[in-house]
């Protein structure tokens, strides 16, 4: 008798252990899996929260990365200060061209490299930004009141500009953002912005930002046409292979990589820490019950079913003439600013590139998430990197050594 209760309990056992092995393989194939193969160190995330200043956030985060990586401290600096700066200037701008240009939160990959380069940096519990009763950044109120602000000294209802109106601007920026400081103290020293930028291993010549679009010459430069390219920065155009190749290689070799994409995709999902560019299902590949299902979707519904993925999927291939034919059509937009800091693999192999958002860190993978190649390839608008960052060859034909 205890033997056949050994024995049934042996089996039990076994038929559990079997049963098991599917459910474990099921969730391998309905959840993403990755595994990062290159993590590149970085400083704290953060939060944009309620302001158009992604562009500042990345920036920002890459020039904490690039001090940690020449060997400097891991700092927190100010993103505001240097959003202020560029206020002050795209104000400037439009008001010397009439009003006739765009004035928007929004901002480049360019845009940090400008202000260092300009007007230094400087710490962030030096200048929060934060002198308007928030805990964090709300912009609207703001953005509102200096866009209104400008359009009343552009229409110029006394014929002339007066000298006042750059004081009435500091004004307005000075309420929200607070003063900012000709000198501080940051840990017993005494600083301009200028000296902060100054004591950091940054020299802004050394990066260099670049794209890849068929409309323009490749190895020289062109000024990105996006509204949010307010300086006209110019960009290297590189083919798409030497374009991931670049990417690739810096991130190998442990240098992070500022991004500017399209986030507004379908496939591009926050909360689940992926983004993929799905190649959808086709008429042919399908059986008949999927089939009579199909046909009887609206192009709505088809179009929402091929981003209704919870693991890895077929993406599609991207070649320059699509991604060409996706930012001619406007259905690649300049959405968002982040930073690439890892490579990483699913588990079918897939590869992915590790981002560093600025949505705060309460998300499934604190802040992270993964974009496939395919999503990089076709919904990347530019990219910026150290010099040292890029392949020997792809340097000599950009003239850069």
């Known amino acids: 008798m205890n033997k056949l209760i050994i024995a049934g309990l042996a089996v039990a056992a076994a038929l559990q252990a079997s049963a098991a092995e599917p459910a474990d393989s099921l969730?391998?194939?309905?959840?993403?899996?990755?595994?990062?193969?290159?993590?590149?160190?970085?400083?704290?995330?953060?939060?944009?929260?309620?302001?158009?200043?992604?562009?500042?956030?990345?920036?920002?985060?890459?020039?904490?990365?690039?001090?940690?990586?020449?060997?400097g401290d891991s700092l927190d600096i100010s993103e505001m200060y240097t959003v202020r700066k560029c206020y002050e200037d795209k104000a400037d701008r439009f008001v010397r061209l009439y009003g006739q240009t765009n004035f928007a939160p929004g901002g480049s990959l360019?845009?940090?490299?400008?202000?260092?380069?300009?007007?230094?940096a400087v710490p962030e519990?030096?200048?929060?930004?934060?002198?308007?009763?928030?805990?964090?950044?709300?912009?609207?109120?703001?953005?509102?009141?200096?866009?209104?602000y400008l359009k009343a000294i552009v229409s110029k209802p006394d014929k002339k500009l007066s000298t006042a109106w750059?004081?009435?601007?500091?004004?307005?920026?000075d309420a929200y953002f607070g003063e900012v400081p000709e000198t501080f103290t940051y840990k017993g020293k005494t600083y301009t912005p200028r000296s902060f930028?100054?004591?950091?291993?940054?020299?802004?010549?050394?990066?260099?930002?670049?794209?890849?679009?068929?409309h323009h010459p490749y190895y020289e430069t062109f000024a990105v046409e996006v509204p949010d390219n307010w300086l006209c920065a110019q960009y290297y155009n590189v083919p798409l292979d030497e374009f991931k190749a670049i990417v690739d290689y810096s991130l190998e070799k442990g240098y992070p990589v500022v991004w500017a994409a399209d986030v507004s995709e379908g496939g591009f999902k926050w909360n689940d820490g992926v983004a993929l560019m799905p190649k959808g299902k086709e008429e042919g590949d399908m059986t008949g019950t999927e089939l009579s299902r199909w046909v009887k979707l609206s192009d709505k519904e088809r179009n929402n079913d091929k981003y209704?993925?919870?693991?890895?999927v077929e993406e599609i291939t991207v070649t320059p003439e699509l991604r060409q034919e996706m930012?001619?059509?406007?259905?690649?937009?300049?959405?968002?600013?982040?930073?690439?800091?890892?490579?990483?693999?699913?588990?079918?192999?897939?590869?992915?590139?590790?981002?560093?958002?600025?949505w705060d860190s309460n998300q499934k993978y604190d802040g992270?998430?993964?974009?496939?190649?395919?999503?990089?390839?076709?919904?990347?608008?530019?990219?910026l990197v150290h010099r040292d960052a890029i392949p020997k060859d792809t340097a000599k034909k950009l003239r850069l050594k």
Request: net charge negative.
């Open 197 to 214: 930028a100054d004591a950091q291993p940054i020299k802004v010549d050394d990066y260099v930002p670049l794209t890849s679009f068929t």
């Open 125 to 148: 519990e030096v200048y929060t930004g934060l002198q308007y009763g928030e805990k964090k950044h709300v912009h609207g109120e703001l953005d509102a009141a200096v866009t209104a």
């Open 368 to 383: 992270f998430f993964y974009v496939s190649e395919p999503y990089f390839l076709a919904k990347t608008v530019d990219i």
């Open 166 to 173: 750059r004081k009435g601007l500091k004004g307005i920026l």
């Open 27 to 71: 969730q391998a194939d309905t959840a993403f899996v990755f595994t990062d193969i290159v993590s590149i160190p970085t400083t704290s995330v953060k939060d944009q929260n309620k302001s158009g200043t992604c562009w500042c956030f990345a920036g920002t985060s890459y020039f904490e990365d690039e001090i940690v990586r020449m060997g």
């Open 308 to 312: 209704e993925f919870k693991a890895p």
């Open 110 to 120: 360019m845009d940090v490299p400008y202000v260092w380069k300009r007007y230094g």
């Open 327 to 358: 930012y001619d059509s406007q259905e690649t937009t300049d959405d968002h600013g982040m930073e690439l800091v890892g490579i990483a693999t699913d588990q079918k192999g897939n590869r992915y590139y590790k981002v560093k958002n600025s």
